[in-house]
């Protein structure tokens, strides 16, 4: 009797390897092929079937949009009719084409992919392995592992990056708020609540040059409206009462004047020596010691060239395949690494769902290694039991790490069941699908690594 | 019995791949290249010439697809007028270059790599970070079956 209990939960989880056989919500994943978007390990939120990519934060974007709607939004309303009686028509046009452009970039460069690059496949991290030295136990965190390479004859230290396990390419950086690595890397803007890198770069300078002539437009026409009324003879309170929106529109454009001119020059001079806002504020390449060999590699020596090389360079396309489907081998054999998920972050269920998707709280519970995530002294049935029973619960990630605690008497999950991720039957497992798997920020399936919680080790911040 | 069929089935594993690794050379600064350094691994079983010749013609499309020639400065000039709309609709150089080189690819694995039971994933879906030579036969599923035009929706 207890072989049949036994037996008849195993099947669902045998079911998931093969997927020819027919199961609840099995079904509904193999006839459904998924994209890669849905299973992307970075903290990022995708909008039309993976079209739109954005930060998980978006910051202030909404800030940015909203100001710059509303301070048009005055403009056109009442400084236009104004301008155009007494002026020229040509106002507008030039301010509603400026607005276009703008409000096109900023939405170009927060939904664009800045240059993420996917994370490593489990055999390249094992390969990548291989040729490193590990010293130590893998229970600390070892020093950060670098490789000297050279570019154009300059000496320059690629950092290996723990949570994408590959070795950074050149100029390209962790960022810590979406999660990934980023090539170019340039810096995380809030104001537009993306990163701004290698594929966005152009569309972010074109937002902050486009910005800075339509505040320099409005604040100009502004001003002019407001003189023009003050010569009919007015003063210039009265003229500020008959229009008292372009007070406001006055305020805003004077405050984001200094910053955004500021910043459209900065960038013009990073644009022109072939930097960018990372290195500079590193001092990556100045040249403190003197010497020629910490200068820029990658500078054309040239301002034209440098500048034609960031902004009308070739336009690469996103490497991380948003759109694409999942093989059907991607589709889950879990492995453990993944399972540990639900133990560790007990209390953070809902950011693991939207950092590694719904999905990995499906395949916790339909798979057969959950049972690893229980004391190995308690007889099979019951946490099986326990995996059925969340099994057809559709939100049952509370339920697994329930049925562990009971297993425990009601000890903290989190505290018992790490342990037990580092079972030796994980690793029997063999999980095919990469990004999903590296979701996962815990231990590496090779055990001569790193680190509990796989901290990269440019600032990240953790999940609250 | 059928419990120790699941059992079994369930501590199945997938073959281990051999795989190889060709990392990225980054000499002439951050333009795509790979190594051409010949692994050892495939000594017994590929042609050292036929491999480096491969590698090398890789690198040269992806020097054609990243250069800094006239097409890609009309083009980024006329997509920086448009407000980058017209890359809505249109195929960037890059775009097309990538469409050769997997098609090279392709070529290369029928004619020479398939036959000696290699396999040439194409390196933009490894991130363009590394160029891999396989002997996994699964793959030969899903690395052909790639459609290039799930790369470009941006």
Redesign the interface.
Known sequence: MM?NC??QQ??P??LS??PSSAQNHNEKKVQRPRRKWEVFPGKNRFFCD??IIVARQSGILPLTLGLIVVTCGLFFAFDCPFLVKHLTVFIPVIGGVLF??VV??LL?TSF??PGI??R??P??AA?IEKQIDTSGSSTYRPPPRTKE????QQV?K?KYCFTCK?FR???TSHCSLCDNCV??FDHHCPWVGNCVGKRNY??FY?FIISLSFLTSFIFGCVITHITLRTQAGKSIVQAIQESPASVVELVICFFSIWSILGLSGFHTYLIASNLTTNEDIKGSWSSKQGAEDSGN??TYNSII?NC??T???????????????L???AIPVVSASEIELPPFTAKNDSHMCTQSTKDVLERVVNS?DSHSLCPPGTPKTSPLSVEVSSATAPSAEASPLAGCSRQQDGQPVAASCPPFSRNSKRD???S?NPAFRLASPSPSMTRATLILGDVPDLGFIPLP | M??TH??Q??????AV?A?V?LQ?D?????MCQFQTKFPSELETRIDKQQFEETVRTLNNLYTE????GSQ??I???L??LT???V?LCME????KV?KKIAKFIQEQNDKIYAPRGLLLTDP???????Y?A?SQT?QL??TK???PE?????
Do not use: W
């Open positions: 072989k036994e037996y195993i099947d989880r045998a390897v093969l993976g079209r276009l452009f096109l970039s170009r664009t992919d690059l996917p490593a496949t055999d390249e390969d390479i050279l570019i154009n320059v690629l590959t390419p050149p100029r090539e170019r152009r569309f074109s590699p990658y060239t034609c090389a902004l009308c360079g070739p336009m690469s396309p996103s490497l991380i395949d948003r759109r694409g489907f093989s059907d081998e057969f029997s497992l063999h095919i | 059928a419990e699941s059992l089935d369930l501590r199945q594993q997938p791949a795989k690794f990225r980054y000499t002439h600064g951050t697809a990243e250069k800094l890609s400065l083009e980024g000039c997509a920086c407000a980058y709309t890359f960037t150089h890059y775009e990538l933009i879906e490894r991130g363009l970070r590394v891999e396989g699964f599923v899903t079956s790639r459609v799930t790369l470009y929706l941006d």
